[in-house]
């Protein structure tokens, strides 16, 4: 009796497994990460930060080609 009340469990246990399983990998094919708001917002921060300081890189890049230009007259 208590080998059948194991068998039953584990084979629960093994169709909720292979549920998860297929599940996950389903969710990983369709390529929709789930991210939080909060992850979401740190990384709109994160963006903002670089585009910005790409920007003042350009800008600096302007000023040192017009002071190069400027020295080579």
Same mark, same amino acid.
């Given at each position: 009796?208590? !080998?059948?009340?194991?068998?039953?469990?584990?084979?629960? !246990?093994?169709?909720?497994?292979?549920?998860?399983?297929?599940?996950?990998?389903?969710?990983?094919?369709?390529?929709?990460?789930?991210?939080?708001?909060?992850?979401?917002?740190?990384?709109?921060?994160?963006?903002?930060?670089?585009?910005?300081?790409?920007?003042?890189?350009?800008?600096?890049?302007?000023?040192?080609?017009?002071?190069?230009?400027?020295?080579?007259?």
């Amino acid at each position: 009796m208590f !080998s059948l009340i194991l068998a039953i469990c584990f084979i629960y !246990s093994m169709h909720k497994l292979g549920k998860w399983v297929l599940n996950w990998i389903n969710d990983d094919l369709n390529g929709q990460p789930q991210f939080t708001p909060e992850e979401i917002v740190q990384a709109e921060t994160i963006l903002t930060q670089i585009q910005i300081e790409m920007d003042a890189m350009e800008a600096r890049r302007k000023l040192y080609d017009e002071a190069l230009r400027k020295n080579r007259n």
